[in-house]
C-alpha cells in the first residue's frame, strides 16, 4: 500500500521528468509558433524544422501537422493577427492612426512611440495598457516577424475605413 509520503515522491519525480526528459506534445502549440514555423519553411524541410523542434525542445510536431498548417496558413494568420489587433487598436486610437499605417511601417511606429505627445488615453491604467501594447506590438509584431511575413500577415489587418479616423 501507498503512503502520501510515497506518492508525493512519485509525483515529484513525474513533474521532474515532464519538466526535463518528456517531450511536448504540441497539439495546441502550432498557433503560436505558426509564424515562426512559416519563416523557418522558406530555407528548410518540413522534416527539419520537425527534428529540429523535437531534438532542440523536446517538441513533438510531426512534418504533416507542419505541411498541414503551412498550406491551411490563413486560419492561423487569423488567429496570429487576433493576437496583435487588440494592441494595435490601442496604439492607433491612442495617435489616431490607422493601424496598418503604422504596423506596416516601423519608422512611423517608432516615431510616434517615441514622440508621446497628443496622446488620446484615459488615466493612469489608459497609460499603462498603452505601455502593454507598445511592448506588444515592438516583441510579436516587429521583433518576431521578418518584413516579408509582416506582409503576409497584413491581409488579416480589418480596413478600418476612410471615415474611422480624421488623423490619416
Given at each position: 500500500?501507498n503512503?502520501?509520503?510515497?506518492?508525493?515522491?512519485?509525483?515529484?519525480?513525474?513533474?521532474?521528468?515532464?519538466?526535463?526528459?518528456?517531450?511536448?506534445s504540441?497539439?495546441g502549440?502550432?498557433?503560436?509558433?505558426?509564424?515562426?514555423?512559416?519563416?523557418?519553411?522558406?530555407?528548410?524541410?518540413?522534416?527539419?524544422?520537425?527534428?529540429?523542434?523535437k531534438?532542440?525542445?523536446?517538441?513533438?510536431?510531426?512534418?504533416?501537422?507542419?505541411?498541414?498548417?503551412?498550406?491551411?496558413?490563413?486560419?492561423h494568420?487569423?488567429?496570429?493577427?487576433?493576437?496583435?489587433?487588440?494592441?494595435?487598436?490601442?496604439?492607433?486610437?491612442a495617435?489616431?492612426?490607422?493601424?496598418?499605417?503604422?504596423?506596416?511601417?516601423?519608422?512611423?511606429?517608432?516615431?510616434?512611440?517615441?514622440?508621446?505627445?497628443?496622446?488620446?488615453?484615459?488615466?493612469?491604467?489608459?497609460?499603462?495598457?498603452?505601455?502593454?501594447?507598445?511592448?506588444?506590438?515592438?516583441?510579436?509584431?516587429?521583433?518576431a516577424?521578418?518584413?516579408?511575413?509582416?506582409e503576409?500577415?497584413?491581409?488579416?489587418?480589418?480596413?478600418?475605413?476612410?471615415?474611422?479616423?480624421?488623423?490619416?
Amino acid at each position: 500500500m501507498n503512503t502520501n509520503a510515497e506518492l508525493s515522491e512519485v509525483g515529484c519525480n513525474l513533474k521532474r521528468y515532464a519538466e526535463t526528459e518528456a517531450e511536448f506534445s504540441a497539439r495546441g502549440v502550432i498557433n503560436e509558433l505558426f509564424p515562426y514555423i512559416f519563416m523557418a519553411a522558406k530555407r528548410m524541410s518540413t522534416r527539419a524544422i520537425s527534428r529540429w523542434l523535437k531534438d532542440t525542445h523536446k517538441i513533438k510536431l510531426s512534418p504533416v501537422t507542419i505541411a498541414k498548417a503551412l498550406r491551411e496558413a490563413d486560419e492561423h494568420w487569423e488567429t496570429f493577427f487576433e493576437k496583435i489587433e487588440p494592441s494595435a487598436r490601442i496604439f492607433g486610437d491612442a495617435h489616431s492612426v490607422y493601424m496598418r499605417d503604422f504596423l506596416m511601417k516601423y519608422e512611423l511606429f517608432s516615431g510616434l512611440k517615441s514622440s508621446g505627445m497628443n496622446l488620446t488615453l484615459s488615466g493612469e491604467e489608459g497609460h499603462h495598457e498603452y505601455q502593454r501594447a507598445v511592448e506588444i506590438i515592438e516583441k510579436d509584431w516587429f521583433q518576431a516577424l521578418d518584413e516579408s511575413t509582416r506582409e503576409e500577415c497584413a491581409r488579416y489587418i480589418p480596413d478600418e475605413g476612410k471615415n474611422a479616423k480624421s488623423g490619416k
